[in-house]
């Protein structure tokens, strides 16, 4: 196998693994967000405060919420390496 896969490969399995680890060390973890902790000091600091608007639509379930979260990363990450990746391919050229 070609050293660069062989290095690719090591860094995707690598990724999956520090993905995957804290699901299965921590099987019974709240991973709850920053939003839902400000919004629990937020009542304790002032028990009148309303928000000033509600969600559109709220998801089913706190793991669609964070399956949305994570692919709105995962595509805005997506479209900001295509972008610095176009740029350097198009400077090559002009290099050669």
Do not use: H
Not at 15 to 23: D, G, I, Y
Not at 49 to 69: A, H, Q, T, V
């Amino acid at each position: 196998m070609n050293k660069k896969i062989m290095v690719n490969v090591l860094l995707l399995i690598l990724t999956v693994t520090l993905a995957v680890f804290p699901l299965v060390y921590a099987r019974d973890a709240d991973f709850g967000g920053a939003d839902g902790k400000a919004e629990e000091v937020i009542a304790e600091i002032n028990s009148q405060y309303r928000p000033w608007f509600s969600p559109i639509w709220e998801p089913p379930s706190g793991e669609i919420e964070s399956l949305l979260f994570v692919l709105q990363g995962a595509v805005g990450t997506g479209f900001i390496c295509y972008y610095f990746g176009y740029l350097k391919g198009k400077k090559k050229p002009e290099r050669d």
